[in-house]
């Protein structure tokens, strides 16, 4: 990428303020960008599904859904919601293998692509990276473990709950009591319900059950917990 490009300035504060990238130095960061190259994806592009074998995407805005699909039923679920400061595919960056995933596009993404073999070679090359890396790794293990434990472990209305929790916003809004909900709040009730393994008018009646207990606000465009409590009930973690 250019020095010149709009997208210059923005790719290096989303790097220097992410926890992923921030322990790198200036230099190292706008080594990075500059050996980069800079693309967007419209809401609803199509993805080539072998690009996760040529590049590492590092997401600069924009919402990236990864899907697993049933090729006989057509059923998907959601095994990672990727947004700003995170990046596609950590899988193939491991291993080299192709992930077969689909990426679906839930809004206009810029993003930041690096040759796979390159991006290899920045871990090796700068050992602070794998202070943040391999955490960010952990991460995800986590979320896999925790989304296969609630799959197995829980009902469709705890498993909404903890989706909700798992993105809320550690400090209320200023003008209002309400927690604010980061990175799902304007999904679909479908994508939310592809997110815990479950249908659309399924998680439609669990909002609305969670709307009039007072545990959330749901308005199109916003989610937002309304009282923290009555949610974390929800999940069997509140004790009295």
Request: some cysteine.
């Amino acid at each position: 990428m250019q020095k010149t490009s709009p997208l210059y300035g923005k790719a290096f504060d989303v790097l220097k303020n992410s926890n992923l990238f921030g322990a790198l130095s200036d230099a190292v960061l706008h080594d990075m960008i500059s050996e980069g190259e800079e693309g967007s994806w419209k809401k609803a592009d199509i993805i080539d599904s072998d690009i996760n074998t040529k590049y590492l995407h590092i997401l600069l805005s924009g919402k990236l859904k990864i899907s697993q699909v049933d090729p006989e039923s057509g059923r998907s679920i959601v095994i990672f919601l990727l947004g700003s400061q995170d990046i596609f595919d950590v899988f193939s960056l491991l291993d080299g293998r192709e992930h077969i995933v689909q990426p679906v596009v839930l809004d206009h993404i810029e993003f930041l692509r690096i040759p796979l073999e390159r991006a290899r070679e920045w871990i090796r090359e700068h050992p602070e990276f794998n202070e943040t890396f391999l955490p960010y790794l952990g991460k995800h293990m986590r979320e896999l473990e925790e989304f296969s434990e609630s799959l197995v472990f829980h009902d469709t209305s705890t498993r909404l709950a903890k989706l909700i929790l798992r993105h809320i916003h550690a400090c209320k809004e200023s003008d209002d009591e309400h927690y604010p909900v980061k990175l799902i709040n304007n999904l679909s009730h479908e994508s939310l319900a592809e997110m815990i393994g479950s249908v659309r008018s399924v998680v439609s009646t669990q909002m609305h059950k969670l709307k009039e207990e007072g545990a959330i606000v749901s308005r199109r465009g916003h989610l937002a917990v309304k009282n923290l409590e009555k949610l974390m009930k929800k999940c069997e973690l509140f004790h009295h």
